[in-house]
């Protein structure tokens, strides 16, 4: 009998063997420190379970309809967001194709608090598609865009008609070091017809426009 | 008790208490791939504070109940990605197809649960936490006390606020009365 439950178990008395092995660099990490504390601490640990994950993960994989990833011959990673409701998942994903991402879905008119940590990154602009019809986003990430130490943070404000509707605003970014974690915060909604919007029906309920001091603007993109 | 040192005493722990652990993440979210990385999260999140249970203090239900409530906070969650992208033991990738389908029994099942919880997002945090631990979680407010490290004074008070600011909301209260059962 092997199922969900018991290859965990194997997993996390692996994990112990591991800890107890590393002369137990991470005994006490009480669950109600602050956060910062917590992903250092964290990221400690998931150098020494490397390991130890490497034995546990063996079966079959279940593939998620809600994103595609793909990796092109030339490096360049492309994404295909059909629906905002496993950003795991995609994080997941992302980091087997070896790019480092934050990913957030907030509800319709939240987006995260600017800034999420250092811009910076690599070269070049991210060729991003706000697709219609209920077909998603779709970017992709040349390679060298997320050079090693920077992340790729991913904040899509949803739609309310649902997690695979065009979402309300996209912002994509490059961020150097630490990222902060998502404040959610209300995003203004410029009155229809202000100046420096356009409002495209083509592109769904979307709106482009330029990005100024990180102002949380519909969906922004920065290399 | 030794849990984060003793592969036997850790077996038999994860084994009282994992199909609770799983409930109380379905509980929650509705999504079968975040619900088995939760899980792996949550009795992760035991090794981390092992250290941090008395046994005498409480039950030991309140104190994973508690150490679960983080985990499955917004906050926790974020650290935690970050930790299993670099390889943490993830909970999805223990998943097989048959896994997926039992999982999604699972979130179905408590579907009812859900939307009593969606229905508390209207109250202050103190409140909700103790109602959520005693009407949807079925502890004791004892051990809700216990495991949101609050005074039990305080936790009755609360579920006594909480409780009556949905006497108001007329519907959905019969849901978490019939839970209380």
């Known amino acids: 009998m092997s199922n969900f439950e018991d290859r965990l178990l194997s997993a996390l008395k692996d994990e112990i063997t591991t800890r107890t092995a ?30 130890a994950t490497a034995v546990a993960v063996l079966t079959g994989l279940t593939s998620s309809p809600a994103y595609a990833v793909t990796t092109g011959s030339d490096g360049g990673v492309s994404v ?75 904040a899509v404000s949803k739609s309310k008609e649902g997690d695979d509707q065009p979402p309300f605003a996209t912002a994509l970014e490059v961020v150097k070091g630490t990222v902060a974690p998502c404040e959610a915060t209300t995003l203004p909604v410029p009155p229809p017809g202000s100046g420096g919007t356009t409002e495209r029906k083509d592109d769904g309920p979307g709106l482009d426009s330029g990005t100024e001091e990180q102002g949380p603007s519909l969906n922004t993109q920065n290399g | 008790m030794r849990l984060h040192e003793d592969p036997a005493a850790f077996e038999a722990f994860y084994r ?29 999140a035991v090794l981390d504070s092992a250290d941090t249970y008395v046994p005498g203090r409480g039950s030991e239900i309140a104190w994973l109940y508690g150490v679960a409530r983080n985990v499955v906070s917004a906050q926790y969650r974020k650290a935690a990605r970050e930790a299993r992208a670099a390889g943490r033991v993830a909970g999805r990738r223990l998943m097989d197809d048959d896994d997926l389908a039992r999982m999604e029994e699972r979130i179905d099942a408590e579907r009812r649960m859900r939307s009593a919880l969606e229905a508390m997002e209207g109250l202050p945090e103190g409140e909700r936490a103790v109602l959520e631990l005693v009407a949807i979680d079925q502890l004791t407010v004892t051990e809700a006390a216990a495991a949101l490290g609050i005074r039990q004074v305080t936790a009755r008070v609360r579920l006594h606020r909480a409780r009556r600011a949905l006497e108001s909301v007329a519907s959905p209260s019969a849901v978490y009365l019939e839970g209380q059962t």
């Open chain 1, 80 to 154: 295909r967001i059909h629906s905002f409701s496993d950003p795991d998942g995609l994080e997941a994903e992302l980091a087997d194709a070896g790019v480092r991402a934050v990913v957030d879905y907030l509800p319709e008119g939240q987006t995260c608090k600017q800034p999420r940590g250092e811009r910076g990154g690599g070269q070049g602009q991210f060729a991003t598609s706000i697709g219609k019809d209920g077909d998603g986003i779709a970017f992709t990430i040349e390679k060298g865009q997320v050079p090693a130490g920077s992340t790729l943070v991913l």
């Open chain 1, 22 to 51: 590393e002369d137990r660099m991470t005994t006490v990490t009480p669950v109600r420190r602050s956060r910062r504390r917590l992903v250092g601490l964290s990221a400690a640990v998931a150098g020494v379970a490397a390991a």
């Open chain 2, 16 to 44: 009282r208490h994992v199909d609770a652990v799983m409930r109380f993440v379905v509980r929650r979210v509705s999504d079968p791939h975040l619900a088995a990385d939760l899980t792996a999260d949550i009795f992760l």
